[in-house]
Each structure stands twice: as C-alpha cells, then as structure tokens.
C-alpha cells in the first residue's frame, strides 16, 4: 500500500477522505519541512506553498511518485529536480480564482475610497468634510498583466463595474480578447494608458522584476499598481523609489519580495500603499476547495492513474527559474 505524506495543513473532511482511501498509511507532519526518516517511504505528498521542494527533499524520498501543492502558486518546487526524478507535480488553479479577485477588488477600492483613512478619522472626531474625496472605477481604465484563470475573472468583474479594460498576455487568443471584451496591449501601452495596472501572472524567470526601474517611470502618474500574484515580479525597491517621486500615485499590495515584510520598510508609513499579508487564497472557502481537489488528485492517481493541473504548466509565461 503507498505512503501518503501530508506536509501542511488540510481540511478534516479532506483528510478523513484521504485516509478512507489510504487506510493506515496516511502521516500528517507537524512541520512543513519532512524529515529523511518521513520521506523515505512516501509515494505521495500533499503540501502548500510552505514546503520547499528542493533537489535535497527529493534526494530523501527515493519511492516519491506524486507531488500535489493545494496552491495555485508553484515557485516553491524545484520543478527540474522533480522532472529528472519523474515526479509528477500537480496544483490547484482553480481553488483560489474567486477570493483572489474579491481580494484585488477590495484593495483597489480601499485606495480609489480612501477606506483605510476612514476609521482613524472618526477616532479623530473627524468627518467627511474633513477628507478628501474619493474615486469612482466607473469609467476607469484597467490593465491586467496576464489574463489567465485570476486575470480574466477581474476583467469580467472590471466590466461590471464599468471600467474599460485592457490587457497584456501574448500566450492568449485572440478569441478570448474578444469573448471577454477585452482590448490586447502590448507592454508600454498598458503602462502608458492605465488608471490601475493589476499583475496576475505567475513567478517565472520572464516575469521576474516584471515592474521595474525601466517599466515604472512609463506609468501614468495618476495610475495605482496592484499586485495580487508574487512579490519578486516588482522589483520593490524601485517601486518605493518611483512612489517617492510621485510616478505613480500609489500601490494596492498582498505579496511582497520579503514576507513576512520587515518592519523597518517604508511603505508601512506610505498612506499611497495599500497592503494585506499575503492572503489572497487565504478564505474558508478557498482552504476547503484546494483540500478537497488536491486530495482528490492523489485518489485519483493512486486509483486510475488520471491526473489535471500537472506542472510546468503548459503555457509559455513558465521558465524555470535559475537555482
């Protein structure tokens, strides 16, 4: 009978379903990082993004067969090292699409309607009249970098609002522009033309300091940044730079290229920067998908051999990154 290895935390229906599956074989770590001793009969194993996946851990478990992150994120695993062992390494894109736009959303607003200024305010014995106005989307300008699964529900959700919308993402269709009603942009022309630049692609060697000292001054300076995907695709220091110049009014921020961010950065003290830890699968909902489909993909496996979602994903946005 295989091993299973679960390496993170998972939902109580989940694993119930797992070891139903896996009577007795089942071992639930308390540590993200597993032991040589754990890893050295597991065929299978179940982890979030706090399992580094590294050429070591794989060097420890020679009956590794399956790999399956309840993440819709895969920077965290050598995908290399698992290709060279035949490991397959599968994920769950679609278990978080829905709280990551609720999470962009409420960021951008929180921005565009000065929400953050609010409680503080009446702490003050301060009113409306003592602050400034806010922003309507409504009729805004939206560029999304990446129109994926994320990408392409905060277009729809953009349009309901009223914005007009464009986007950057050379590996999709032409025919799915236009389903969405979205208009196709190259680089400079999002940049130029954006009221709000929203990232939603994956952390890969070409999107790596996608925003940067070359990208940022060709925004608009009346335009926020939002970046719900990984924190390394802006480069972070040259984005506190151009906010201090004022080449960008301001930034809406969950991921960052230091987390937890350490207390001495400046964008804590920034009233422009909007920021939230990293939670944007972070919901009950969320957990409960990504435990259910992650568990069903090792069932599935074991029992049929059928597997979904298996990495690299085959899309062109994917170069592994340099170890």
Request: glycine share 6%.
């Amino acid at each position: 009978m295989a091993k299973v290895l679960v390496a993170d935390t998972f939902t109580g229906n989940a694993l119930a379903a797992l070891r139903a599956a896996f009577p007795g074989q089942v071992e639930v770590t308390s540590t993200f990082s597993p032991l040589a001793e754990q890893l050295a009969e597991t065929e299978y194993l179940l982890i979030r993004s706090r399992t580094k996946i590294t050429p070591e851990l794989i060097a420890q478990a020679p009956r590794l067969r399956l790999i399956v992150t309840a993440t819709s994120g895969f920077d965290h695993i050598d995908l290399s090292a698992c290709e060279t062992r035949d490991i397959r390494v599968l994920f769950t894109p679609e278990a978080n699409v829905t709280s990551v736009v609720e999470l962009t959303f409420g960021l951008i607003l929180t921005l565009f309607r000065r929400l953050n200024e609010m409680k503080p305010a009446i702490k003050s014995a301060k009113w409306k009249d003592d602050l400034s106005w806010g922003e309507e989307l409504c009729g805004q300008h939206l560029g999304i970098v990446g129109l994926g699964r994320i990408g392409s529900r905060v277009a729809q959700v953009a349009k309901a609002f009223g914005m007009e919308v464009a986007a950057l993402d050379p590996y999709v269709s032409d025919e799915t522009f236009s389903r969405l009603g979205v208009e196709r942009m190259g680089l400079m022309e999002i940049l130029t033309s954006s009221d709000v630049l929203t990232l939603h692609v994956p952390y890969t060697k070409e999107t790596h300091y996608l925003i940067n000292h070359q990208t940022l001054p060709h925004m608009n300076p009346d335009a926020i940044l939002v970046n719900t995907s990984r924190g390394p695709v802006v480069a972070e220091t040259e984005l506190v730079e151009a906010l201090e110049l004022k080449q960008l009014r301001g930034a809406c921020l969950d991921v960052f290229e230091r987390e937890p961010v350490v207390h001495t950065s400046k964008m804590l003290n920034m009233a422009n920067v909007v920021m939230s830890c990293h939670v944007g699968a972070y919901t009950e909902q969320a957990f409960q998908r990504a435990s259910a489909v992650a568990v069903k993909k090792v069932i599935d496996f074991h029992s049929t051999g059928e597997f979904s979602d298996s990495l690299p994903p085959p899309f062109p946005w994917y170069q592994p990154l340099p170890r």
